[in-house]
């Protein structure tokens, strides 16, 4: 008999990404979706589905029990909200139920891994001669990073429940959305930026971050947290001048000054009309921090973790998605 595996925000980009991986791998794949999420593109997979209620502990168990899942992988959430309380709910809150259920489920648990984000620790300076590792003092710059930080706590402090968090920095890949505006931009032509400061950026890979999941579930590792990229450090022009390399196109860059950037910022979030743009406040300030350079010694000495796709190789994959969808 397989083994069960529920996925939480599995209709997302990275659920999807770990619904494939986990199909892959011969678990029995449960996939957490909203009565109004759009399903269509896991169709293709033989899986079934679940609907959750992140505000009820007793909800979250009996669910738990019902279907005796042997694996969890907490990837819902929210990226964007008008606020931190918003954050903190979903993020942290909800993320705490889930913990609590599972831990108090008569359930065959044999991990619980939650897909936190580098955010929770937040950046370095870039003349910090440490890079960020699982012991850097968390310093959060946003309500999100704070969100996921609170998120963590919250399960350190359930001692029954065999957690790994996993830290992934900025992840891109087929289906993402966010990343790729970038792509679009410079494709129609166009290379922004903000400010002229100096930075250190990391990234990983969809499929590689996926990977490394699948192997923190079946590991004897538990009670650790890990940061997930690529084991590489980036400038700030890479990821574009990668992306014009496999576009094979030209593109006039600027930099935008940061305090029109936060106008323009202002500006698209009260005409969002009540939705969080792209562009918020919120994000410029991950935006423009100086140095997300990361460890990843740890997962590689722990979880055997041995990252496939560096930046180009990630983005030649991932354009190549996006044009034979139609989305370039």
């Not at 209620?53 to 008008?82: C, M, N, R, W």
């Not at 931009?185 to 002229?196: A, V």
């Not at 740890?298 to 969808?325: A, C, V």
Request: glycine share 4%; aromatic share 10%.
């Amino acid at each position: 008999m397989k083994e069960r595996v529920l996925i939480t925000g599995a209709s997302g980009f990275v659920g999807y990404h770990l619904v494939e991986a986990a199909v892959n791998a011969g678990l029995d794949v449960f996939a957490a979706v909203r009565p109004s999420s759009e399903i269509d593109h896991l169709q293709a997979f033989p899986i079934q589905y679940t609907h959750l209620d992140f505000t009820s502990v007793p909800a979250l168990q009996k669910e738990l029990e019902e279907k005796q899942y042997t694996y969890i992988i907490h990837a819902a959430g929210i990226t964007k909200a008008k606020d931190a309380q918003e954050y903190n709910t979903v993020n942290a809150d909800y993320t705490r139920n889930l913990g609590l259920a599972a831990s108090q489920a008569a359930i065959p648990l044999k991990k619980f891994v939650f897909l936190s984000s580098l955010a929770a620790l937040g950046p370095v300076s870039y003349k910090e001669a440490q890079i960020i590792t699982e012991e850097t003092t968390a310093q959060p710059v946003t309500n999100y990073g704070r969100s996921k930080l609170l998120a963590e706590k919250y399960l350190a402090q359930l001692e029954n429940l065999p957690l790994v968090v996993l830290r992934p920095t900025a992840v891109y890949g087929p289906r993402e959305k966010d990343i790729f505006i970038l792509f679009s931009t410079i494709s129609k032509g166009l290379d922004p930026y903000i400010g002229k400061m100096s930075q250190k950026l990391s990234f990983v890979y969809v499929k590689d971050l996926a990977k490394v999941v699948l192997q923190a579930l079946t590991s004897e590792v538990t009670k650790a947290s890990f940061n997930v990229s690529d084991g590489k450090s980036y400038d700030r022009y890479a990821l574009a001048d990668l992306t014009k390399k496999v576009l094979r196109k030209k593109a006039f860059r600027f930099h935008l000054p940061l305090g029109l950037v936060k106008v323009m910022a202002t500006v698209s979030e009260k005409m969002a009309g009540g939705k969080t743009p792209a562009l918020n406040r919120e994000k410029i300030s991950e935006l423009v921090a100086e140095n997300w350079n990361c460890s990843i010694q740890r997962l590689q000495r722990d979880l055997h973790y041995t990252p496939e796709y560096d930046l180009e190789k990630g983005l030649s994959q991932t354009i190549r998605w996006y044009k034979e969808n139609k989305w370039l």
